[in-house]
């Protein structure tokens, strides 16, 4: 069981995440900006600050449950890597293998998130930074330069409109909750104007799968509210981190009899067929061949439109079923621990961004620091919000102590 620490006095856990986000904040604004080199260099500063935490976490911690299963991931998806550069007669270049450090940043990153312990203020630092990155948003689509032009959708220069709109979601759904957890008026109207706006745009990126996952965690907070209970079936926390595999081939055996009955046609759009999954997925299992054992990462890199289908071609069935059961694991365990609905409202973010995957790949390939916003949640989650309405009265309290002493020695 993974021990959900209550807000405590600041640690290092507290500047790391701040590092973390203004990091990318960098990579966003690189990108929004043109400004290419900005981002990649923020990206590399953050996975050497992430190897960095993962190391004290674990020289801190006495005992680490999940710490096995993400050693397995690293070592075996390693191990397979490897294989495939002898396998294809390559040598190993730093941009052959961005693919893997993005994949393995997400592991590791979720790892902290499960043991990192953030105050109030770290909380309210987090959703306030996506609030700020929402008005960027706003500001960027206004005035920043537009390299592309896709006639399907704006892209805010992430290289396609699927991307900005995973990126768009993340700050849609922390707006979302800073919306539900700020308690004041004024705070939720200067929250309400970026929400708007950002689903906008994430409509207009024509992002399906994003706005079905934004569709989603509105849905499962108002089912958390209605029923009036914290905790979600363990079905269900199943069903989130294994459907977006067991999806592909549901999708490839009944895409085409579902858009000849029409049921889904409100999906359809300009360059957005419902069977647009079918090619890809198709080329992909082509690709990876008989290797689905050890994967085949050199011939599988790129975006396979499937978060779960990018560790099942590029590192195999045993890499995908030690990462389910990591996600799993990490969903049952704060779960069973939460508090209160608010506990909920953020698990519920997390959902959304594993259901994101059904349709979309970035969490663990391609989108270079997703998994900051995206692995973010699980801290929401695990933070224990009885003292987020309270006064921080540690400062008062010192204050006080200080002010007693100085007169008692006067």
Known sequence: MIKVEKS?????????????????????YGVLWNKQQLASNAFVVSFITLIIEFIYINLKMKKVE?????????????LFVVWSFIRNDKDLTFDDLREYFIFLAAIIYMFICCYAKLTKKAITFILSFNVFIGYL??????????????SVGIDFNFGNPNF???????????????????????????????MIMLFGYMNETGARNCLLAYIL????????????????????VFAINILPIAFVPLYLKFVDPIMKKGWFNFLVGKGK?????????????????????????????????????????????????????????????????????????????????????????????????????????????????????????????????RLLKKGRQN
């Open 273 to 401: 067929n419902l069977n647009s999954r079918v090619k890809i997925w198709t080329h992909f299992f082509d690709k990876l061949g008989n290797k689905w054992l050890t994967g085949e990462y050199l011939t599988c890199l790129g975006n396979s439109h499937n978060s779960h289908m990018v560790i099942l071609c590029s590192y195999g069935l045993i890499v995908l079923a030690l990462s389910v059961f990591f996600t799993y694991k990490i969903s049952i365990s704060i779960n069973n621990q939460a508090k209160e609905k608010r506990n909920a409202y953020c698990l519920a973010a997390f959902f959304a961004t594993l259901f994101m995957g059904f349709g979309e790949g970035a969490l663990f390939s391609g989108g270079i620091g997703l998994y900051i916003m995206a692995c973010g949640f699980i801290c929401l989650a695990r933070y224990d919000f009885s003292d987020f309405d309270t006064l921080d009265l540690d400062k008062t309290d010192a204050r006080y102590n």
């Open 164 to 194: 900005a709109g995973m990126w768009i979601l993340q700050s849609l759904l922390y707006c979302t909750l800073a919306f539900l957890l700020f308690k004041s008026m004024l705070l939720k109207i200067i929250v309400l104007i970026p």
């Open 8 to 28: 405590g006095k600041p640690d290092n856990n507290n500047v790391y995440f701040i590092i973390e986000y203004i990091l990318c904040f960098f990579m966003i």
């Open 137 to 150: 948003y706003i500001v960027a689509y206004r005035f920043a330069p537009r390299i592309n032009n896709f």
């Open 217 to 236: 965690f509105i849905a499962v907070c108002v089912w958390s509210t209605v029923r009036n209970k914290y905790k979600f079936p363990k079905a269900f």
């Open 66 to 78: 999940l710490l096995w299963n993400v050693l397995l991931i690293v070592f075996i998806s390693g």
